[in-house]
Structure formats: C-alpha cells, structure tokens
C-alpha cells in the first residue's frame, strides 16, 4: 500500500488532485480543506500522505483502485478513524471535511452535535455516533486548534501529535498537554524532533 507519494502538482479540480511523479501522473482524491491548502501549490513539489481503497460492486467484479491523500499524516490518522464511525465510511468522510482536521475534532471534543451536522453528508444521528465514538480519541487532533494556518508545516503538526501523546505518557493531562504544546508552538520556532519540543516544553515550564 501507498502511504506517501511526492511530485509535481499538475492540476487541482475540486476533489481531485493531479500529481506527477516521473513518467506517470497519478489522480488523488481530496478533502476540500486539502484542496484550500493546496490551491496555490500548482506547479510546485508536494508531498501527500495517502490511503488506497477499492470503490464498486466486488459482487459485479467492478473494482476501481482509489488514492485519498493529506498533506500530513495526522490529518490522514484522522481520516482513517473518521471513516469508522457507523454510517459514515470513506466517501461520506472525504465528503465531509470541508473543516480542517483540528476544528473538527474540536466540535468532537466539546460534543458539539449541532456543529458536526452542519458538516456535508453528516446529520444529528451521524453526529451523535461520531461523538460517542471518537470523543476519547479526539484530543491530540485538536491540540493545534488556532494553529492551522500555511506557516504551521504539516511536519511540525506531526511533531506535535507525537509530543502530545508523550505527555500523556508522562501523566499530564489533556488539558495541560495541549497547553504546554501551544505554547510552546506560538514561539515560532522549528523543532527537529520529538526530543527538541519536548525539551522546549519543559523549559519554558520551568520560567
């Protein structure tokens, strides 16, 4: 299975992204808050973070090999536990992130039925089964919520997931992991591991 791919940004045409990697050009599938960070990344290298999954009717022997990709993995982690949930599956899901992963999982979190059926495809019933499924896995989705903007690399956000779950580990709370995290993100800095964040973390606890 394809987890990763790199090219060049060919085209980007609703759902579905273009990417050229060598002789071949490959058709992705994307979520709309994919495609807004993308949009103006036409002509450019780009990395995607990818799931493979076969859509049709195996009954009728009517199988098309699909490709969903995300500019960073937690955001597909995401995806893939999204997909989960009863009544949603893959293609409800890609349809329904319109919202990046972090908002989203902060209605999640906050139990926020009403926001989660404002979601395309996604109604009270869904929302609720959402909620009652994922709320407990939701936290470290949502702990760069206010950070999700084009200067927040996709690998920092990634860093930050693993750090978060370190200081769970650690028995922090959380509330307080999340705080400790965000802090030390708004700093601005650029962390070359998991080791360097967490250092910084405790370092300006310490203050």
């Known amino acids: ?3 990763k791919i790199t090219g060049k940004l060919v085209a980007l045409s609703g759902d579905v992204l273009t990417l050229g990697v060598g002789a071949y050009e490959h058709e992705v599938l994307i979520p709309e808050f994919t495609r807004r960070q993308l949009q103006n990344e036409i002509g450019k290298e780009t990395s995607l973070h990818t799931i493979e999954y076969l859509e049709g009717d195996p ?22 536990l999204f997909c ?5 599956g893959v293609k409800k899901a890609l349809r329904a992130m319109v919202r990046p992963v972090q908002e989203v ?18 109604g009270p019933a869904t929302a609720e089964r959402v909620i009652a499924k994922l709320r407990r896995k939701v936290p470290k989705f949502a ?3 206010g950070h999700d903007s084009p200067d927040v690399a ?3 956000r990634d860093l930050a997931s693993e750090a978060f779950e370190t200081l769970r ?9 999340r705080r400790l995290l965000d802090d030390a993100m708004e700093r601005k800095k650029k962390y070359k591991n998991v080791e360097d964040l967490l250092h910084a973390v405790y370092e300006n606890r310490g203050k």
Request: no cysteine; charged share 25%; hydrophobic share 45%.
């Open 143 to 145: 702990l760069l919520i």
């Open 154 to 156: 996709p690998r920092e």
């Open 84 to 88: 989960q949930v009863d009544g949603v």
């Open 105 to 122: 999982a902060m209605l999640i979190e906050d139990q926020d039925a009403k926001g989660l059926a404002t979601l395309p495809g996604i």
């Open 1 to 3: 299975m394809i987890t």
């Open 169 to 177: 580990a650690l028995g922090h709370s959380e509330a307080d992991a």
């Open 59 to 80: 009954s009728r022997g009517r199988l098309t090999p699909r490709m969903i990709g995300f500019t960073s993995g937690i955001e597909r982690e995401f995806f893939v």
